[in-house]
Nanobody, 123 residues
Framework: QVQLGESGGGLVQAGGSMRLSCAAS????????MGWFSQAPVKEREFVAS????????DYADSVKGRFTISRDNAKNTVYLEMNSLKLEDTAVYYC????????????????WGQGTQVTVSS
């Protein structure tokens, strides 16, 4: 059974840093793009960042550009999200997922969602 497991979330002060990991098991996602999304309470799931299968192409939401970095290690079947200069509004559950789709900013293009990891930024 294919599974994704996000980890690395927790409580951090504003201005701090955090590194999220997304490990896949069951099969490799080597050839698929991967995306990170966030979902705050009573809000829809929002695009954060995506990375191509090779890792050569990345994309970021304007709200995180320059602060977050997405990367992947295909040998470990793992995707990372390095988050710096965290803001209160970054507080959310963060999810990763793979996709063969084209519109990488749309959650509907993705499959096999993990359970998410909570990131809470405090003042």
């Amino acid at each position: 059974q294919v599974q994704l497991g996000e980890s690395g979330g927790g409580l951090v002060q504003a201005g701090g840093s955090m590194r999220l990991s997304c490990a896949a098991s069951g099969r490799t996602f080597r050839g698929e793009a991967m995306g990170w999304f966030s979902q705050a309470p009573v809000k829809e799931r929002e695009f954060v960042a995506s990375i191509s299968g090779s890792g050569g192409i990345t994309d970021y939401a304007d709200s995180v550009k320059g602060r977050f970095t997405i990367s992947r290690d295909n040998a470990k079947n793992t995707v990372y999200l390095e988050m710096n200069s965290l803001k209160l509004e970054d507080t959310a559950v963060y999810y990763c997922a793979p996709t063969w789709g084209w519109d990488l900013r749309k959650p509907r293009e993705y499959h096999t969602w993990g359970q998410g990891t909570q990131v809470t930024v405090s003042s």
